[in-house]
């Protein structure tokens, strides 16, 4: 009795900090930085079931997509939403995903064979036109594979038998318009008349896009909710491990994907973290990529946007002293900017910050 009054009064709280966070940024979006600096403080006060802290430097190899469809009975009810089938045996399905993720730290693509087909599914929250050149790396490698079990003789006379490829790209990109997208590693080459192709079919899962693909698979419509929570929670002006925070709570009371958040709670808010983490390291490094003619020209400009950027995430966290204002915005070294953005993502305070940066 004790467990249930305790659970119901924090989710009052919850409820009322967002209602007071909303009504507030309504009124004067200017104040969502102030607002979100309070909360930080209503944080400490609330369970320790509710607010997790996120251990600095720790890495998830898997992401919540990896993590949901690994498992045999998700990736068979993916199939069928994809496919329009409807097989029921998941014993059917022989799960091959890497070890290791095509050139990124963790792991967001799920790969398995069912009857004669070979199928790699990637979700992706960016868009990204080198997708078919990464599905060709992954089926090299996978053939590669195949053919060494198999013990088949590339260099025989007999046509060997190989599983048919089958690339899908699920992206939830903030940017993307089109139901469906279909890229070409042919269109990387300069020249024409190419003798290599791979392709990849990009389904966009966002709300209101491929409903029939949705409606198919729960998991995968579920997954969609839980991300897009997180995006408007950062939309309403929260850092990072709060937005995320307050989704995963948000998905438990809405029954979404309720028991998968409750039993790996932590874990789920890490994985959500380092993913995030990654797409904005990807970003910086795009934005980063001058060409050199123009770097020096724009040196200056990226410069002030990543003090804006590091002010911006340390005022979330609280007021920010004077003299801290001031060491930053004297900082002429790039990297070590970004050093000191990527230690702001992972504190929970100023204090916590300058001991890291040693400021």
Known sequence: MMEQKEETELEERINNVEAKFVHTTAADPGAAAAAAAAFSGTQQEMSGDYVIPLIPGRTYKDTVFNYLFRHKKEALSLFNAINGTHLTDPEELRIVTLDTGIYLS??????????????????????????????????????????????????????????????????????????????????????????????????????????????????????????????????????????????????IKENILRDFLISDKEKVIGMIFDEYDEKEQRKLDKRDAFEEGEEIGKKEGKKEAKIEALLEFLSALDSVPDDLQKAIKQETDLGQLQNWLTMACHSRSIAEFREKAKL
Not at 209 to 228: F, K
């Open 106 to 251: 963790y792991k967001n693509d799920v790969a398995f064979m069912i009857g004669d087909e070979l199928n790699l599914y990637e979700q992706q929250s960016t868009e990204d036109p080198n997708m078919p050149l990464r599905g060709l790396f992954y089926f090299a490698a996978e053939y590669q594979r195949i053919i060494r079990d198999r013990q088949l003789n590339i260099y025989g006379t007999k046509l060997l038998q190989l599983p048919t490829p089958r690339f899908v790209i699920l992206c939830n990109a903030e940017d993307m318009k089109e139901e469906k997208q279909i890229l070409r590693l042919s269109d990387s080459f300069s020249g024409k008349n190419a003798s290599l192709e791979c392709t990849a079919e990009v389904l966009n899962i966002n709300a209101g896009h491929n409903q029939d693909l949705l409606n198919g698979c729960r998991t995968l419509s579920e997954y969609a909710a839980l991300i897009g929570y997180v995006r408007s929670y950062q939309k309403l002006g929260f850092v990072l491990t709060t937005a995320i925070t307050l989704a995963v709570e948000r998905c």
